[in-house]
């Protein structure tokens, strides 16, 4: 499952060069003018995404993320859609909410990659090549609490830190339906396809995004989507050492909470080592030579030592002796009142 993720400006321009040549390679003459055409499209749209750009470290369902797809005129671009898939449009008479709770319905942010081919919800989008990419610089996770009382751990799942490339590439379907409203007659959705977890991330949970790997395949699954390229995609081995992870705040827990601080890293909890005092060398060799000198002694001494009492007890018991010495045990009886 995949409910949060963070994206960056970073982390879209790392892929747009890569992404958006998709389609130049697959164009042809007799589609020249319409790729030309959608070059200025495209321009616009990227013009109008740096004016109202802001980096989401803490993206949810219902907010707007920048997404790669192909158009109408086979032509690979990039532009705004809205997280959580919508498969049917509005009416003048029966328009559709606005809002974030209509993205949330029957968990349409998320298709499984198993039932893909087919779901009704996701096959058509497929046979249609509705196919899109969703880059981020990474995802979160929730771990259940080990401990009563306590809360989930969220942590940030990201690229490992050495690799050339930081960003994740996730495969999705995207949807475009009429509103039913004048001000934003039509609605642009996509959801994150996922698959079961990598070996390296099931403690984590049992399923993930479906991450593309391959340069080559990210480009297929945009300009010519097949049962064999999706196949490709699921069933890719993930690299090793290909993930990183660490533990964040649960403030993160809130959309709202949307700054950097949410993929910051945050110390481990204390374990139980951690409650005890290390011992110096010089307290360790002192504590060894006293077990030492102990066990030379023999155990007939050891056990009349362990069981002296100590020196205010001996005090208390002198002191008990000579009062019985100063009377007859009678003196220890009160006497019977006279009648």
């Known amino acids: 499952m995949c409910g949060r993720a963070a994206q960056t400006r970073r982390a879209v321009r790392e892929v747009e060069n890569l992404l958006l040549g998709a389609s130049s390679s697959a164009t042809t003459t007799t589609d020249a003018a319409a790729a030309s055409r959608t070059c200025h499209q495209r321009e616009s749209r990227q ?22 797809y192909r158009n109408d005129d086979n032509i690979v671009q990039m532009d705004r859609k809205i997280w959580g898939l919508v498969k049917k449009g509005g009416t003048p008479q029966t328009p559709l909410p606005s809002g974030m709770t209509l993205h949330f319905q029957n968990l349409m942010f998320n298709a ?15 046979q249609n090549g509705r196919t899109c990419i969703v880059v981020v610089d990474g995802f979160f996770e929730w771990k259940p609490p080990t401990l009563k009382g306590t809360k989930k ?56 995004p479906l991450t593309i790997y391959n340069e080559k395949l990210a480009g297929l699954w945009l300009q ?6 999706f ?25 709202k909470f949307r700054g950097q601080d949410a993929i910051k890293a945050i110390p481990p909890p204390a374990s139980v080592k951690s409650f005890f005092t290390t011992l110096e060398k010089g307290e360790k ?19 009349v030592e362990s069981t002296s009492p100590s020196p205010p007890a001996k005090k208390a018991a002198k002191q008990v002796c000579r009062a019985v010495k100063k009377g007859p045990i009678e003196s220890f009886f009160s006497p019977k009142p006279k009648k």
């Open 285 to 303: 060799a002192s504590i060894s030579a006293s077990k030492e000198k102990s066990s030379l002694q023999s155990p007939l001494k050891r056990r």
């Open 112 to 126: 499984r990659s198993d039932t893909l081919l087919d779901k009704r919800s996701f096959a058509p989008l497929f």
């Open 153 to 208: 751990q969220p942590y940030y799942v990201y690229r490992n830190k050495n690799a050339s490339r930081q960003c994740l590439m996730f495969a999705g379907l995207w949807n475009s339906v009429a509103t039913g409203r004048e001000s934003d007659s039509s609605l642009d959705t996509f959801t994150i396809i996922t698959t079961e977890a990598c070996p390296a991330l099931k403690w984590l949970h049992s399923r993930m």
């Open 231 to 255: 196949k490709q995609i699921d069933e890719a081995v993930t690299p090793p050492d290909y993930f990183q992870w660490h533990q964040v705040t649960t403030e993160m827990n809130s959309i």
């Open 47 to 68: 013009e109008q995404a740096e004016y109202e750009w802001q980096d989401n470290y803490n993206m949810s369902p219902g907010m707007s993320c920048t997404v790669f």
């Open 224 to 229: 010519k989507p097949s049962r064999d390229v």
